[in-house]
Nanobody
Framework: QGQLAESGGGLVQAGGSLRLSCAAS????????VGWFRQAPGKEREFVAA????????EYENSVTGRFTVSRDNAENTAYLQMNNLKPEDTAIYYC????????????????????WGQGTQVTVSS
């Protein structure tokens, strides 16, 4: 049984919206940052967004800034990625992951800095 589980992916037309969820079974969830990554066919996994352990700070990859919003609810052990104005180039498998170090003040963009990963959820945006 995995520590993280993404849901909310699907097929949407360009300009549409999706909200991804990342449910965690980790007792330490509220003490670690959460990152969202994506991987399109034939491409490397890339950073999308991250949120600090207390939700007080966030970072986004340039191409999603202004369209995506990352959030979390530590009481529910869940993180979210709200994706608006989706584009065909957003098509990928989306993964959530937790920082390998607790209470880190600087958000990490490198996937090797994350220790637990979900199984991924497919997002497909049609033109």
């Amino acid at each position: 049984q995995g520590q993280l589980a993404e849901s909310g992916g699907g097929l949407v037309q360009a300009g549409g919206s999706l909200r991804l969820s990342c449910a965690a079974s980790l007792r330490t969830f509220s003490s670690v940052a959460v990152g969202w990554f994506r991987q399109a066919p034939g491409k490397e996994r890339e950073f999308v967004a991250a949120i600090g352990w207390n939700g007080g700070y966030t970072e986004y990859e340039n191409s999603v800034t202004g369209r995506f919003t990352v959030s979390r609810d530590n009481a529910e052990n869940t993180a979210y990625l709200q994706m608006n104005n989706l584009k065909p180039e957003d098509t990928a498998i989306y993964y959530c992951a937790t920082d390998r170090r607790p209470f880190r003040a600087v958000l990490q963009r490198t996937f090797t800095e994350y220790i637990y990963w979900g199984q991924g959820t497919q997002v497909t945006v049609s033109s």
